[in-house]
């Protein structure tokens, strides 16, 4: 398969399972750690919107207000955006596909006792928050 063809598959399987370790275990399979995608990525500076999501899935889990850094990458002629985030210092891979608006942020845990954490989410823009959700996961 090409990076384009694995590219959609994640996307596909992002879309349609309820086994999210297996996207992620694909990610990094078929995509993640290969120097050929790694080189077709570009670093972006910033989005507002993937931050925004990230400090509500680090709110939610840890029940708190989170400092969230984020460095994430735009495969070039995709709309697939990934990268490294730190979650008040715990580490995390944040995976989303812009055209669809569907993403996955995975935080392993601190130990090897604990399970991953996973959060499948989608996003949509508003010119005024709906009342009763805005902000909610």
Request: some cysteine; aromatic content about 10%; glycine content about 6%.
């Amino acid at each position: 398969m090409t990076q384009k063809e694995h590219i959609k598959e994640l996307e596909k399987r992002l879309k349609n399972t309820s086994n999210l370790a297996e996207v992620g275990n694909y990610f990094l399979d078929h995509l993640g750690e290969k120097q050929s995608f790694i080189k077709q990525s570009t670093p972006i500076e910033t989005h507002p919107l993937l931050k925004a999501v990230v400090e509500k899935c680090g709110e939610s889990l840890f029940k708190k207000k989170c400092v969230v850094n984020m460095f994430l990458s735009k495969v070039k002629d995709a709309d697939f955006i990934h990268g490294f985030c730190a979650i008040d210092n715990r580490s995390a891979v944040l995976l989303y596909f812009e055209k669809s608006d569907i993403g996955l942020l995975v935080i392993p845990p601190l130990d090897l006792k604990s399970n991953m954490d996973f959060f499948r989410f989608s996003t949509f823009v508003t010119k005024q928050p709906l009342s009763g959700i805005s902000g909610s996961i």
